[in-house]
């Protein structure tokens, strides 16, 4: 039996397994995305789309009222911004979440939008090669930076405010 995820809408794996501590999916996709994981630890080519996989990965599923829940969400979607509109280096931007993440910023809940085809971490899961994952992975990160469009003005103010 498999189960579809609340928070991207992935449908495949197991109904039944472990699941993240304070980030919401369904077992399925906590464990195509460990699958994923462990390719981008074990392979160079995959491991440079890392910083946007985990980013777009983490706030469409840091969708709870938990505390670490909505600070990962700010965060990641801060990333995600700094990734994908400014071209900020991973070292930067690894360097901006240090901050934020000490800035003592209230991190408020917001509500997520229903799952959307265009942001679902399908083809990333599947993509059957390295330029296959890398293509995957932007259009994937594109697409979750679209769907939280609403949250951009936050993100960017926290971004100002701690500095990029």
């Known amino acids: 039996m498999t189960d579809m995820c609340p928070a991207c ?23 195509r995305y460990g699958e994923v994981l462990a390719r981008d630890y074990s392979d160079a080519a995959y491991r440079a789309h890392h910083r946007a996989l985990t980013d777009a990965w983490s706030v469409q599923h840091s969708i709870s009222d938990d ?12 990333a995600l911004v700094l990734k ?7 070292a930067a ?15 408020p809940h917001v509500q997520a939008p229903p799952p959307c085809a ?6 990333v899961y599947d993509a059957p090669g390295a330029a ?5 992975v932007d259009a994937y990160a594109r697409a979750v930076l679209a769907q939280w469009a609403p949250h951009h003005g936050a993100v960017r103010a926290l971004i100002e405010e701690v500095g990029p």
């Open 9 to 31: 809408g992935h449908v495949g794996g197991p109904a039944d397994g472990p699941v993240h501590a304070y980030m919401t999916s369904s077992p399925g996709c906590w464990a």
């Open 67 to 78: 505390r670490r829940a909505r600070q990962s969400f700010y965060l990641h979607l801060a």
């Open 84 to 90: 994908v509109e400014r071209d900020a280096p991973d």
């Open 93 to 107: 931007i690894v360097a901006f979440l240090r901050r934020a993440a000490a800035s003592g910023h209230p991190f």
């Open 118 to 123: 265009e942001a679902r971490p399908d083809a």
């Open 132 to 136: 296959a994952h890398a293509a995957a």
